[in-house]
């Protein structure tokens, strides 16, 4: 089983940045699609980002060109880059990691606020 620790919440003010991280377990993160959903109070829980094994990368339109989700195979870390953050962004953010053959797995999450 694919363990997910995520890292990098906190409260930031609009237009600002945060990075969030997401290390999983295991001996073979270079083959897990690998992403980030995240959910606010009283909202289904929504794509963020996502990126295959091969580096092919997808985003919700909402965030298009804000934040950037890359993946670290030597460090067994996947990444999101979030610039100009809007109040809107404001949810609890987790990791997800498929692996081949495998449901997928769930990080607890981590709580990204933008509030000025």
């Known amino acids: 089983q694919v363990q997910l620790v995520e890292s990098g919440g906190g409260l930031v003010q609009p237009g600002g940045s945060l990075r969030l991280s997401c290390a999983a377990s295991?001996?073979?993160?270079?083959?897990?699609?690998m992403g980030w959903y995240r959910q606010s109070p009283g909202k289904q829980r929504e794509l963020v980002a996502t990126?295959?094994?091969?580096?092919?990368?997808n985003y919700a339109d909402s965030v298009k060109g804000r934040f950037t989700i890359s993946r670290d195979n030597a460090k067994n870390t996947v990444y999101l880059q979030m610039n100009d953050l809007k109040p809107e962004d404001t949810a609890v953010y987790y990791c997800?990691?498929?692996?081949?053959?495998?449901?997928?797995?769930w990080g607890q999450g981590t709580q990204v606020t933008v509030s000025s």
């Open positions: 997800y990691a498929v692996a081949p053959g495998r449901g997928p797995q």
């Open positions: 295991g001996s073979a993160f270079s083959t897990f699609f």
């Open positions: 990126i295959s094994s091969g580096r092919t990368t």
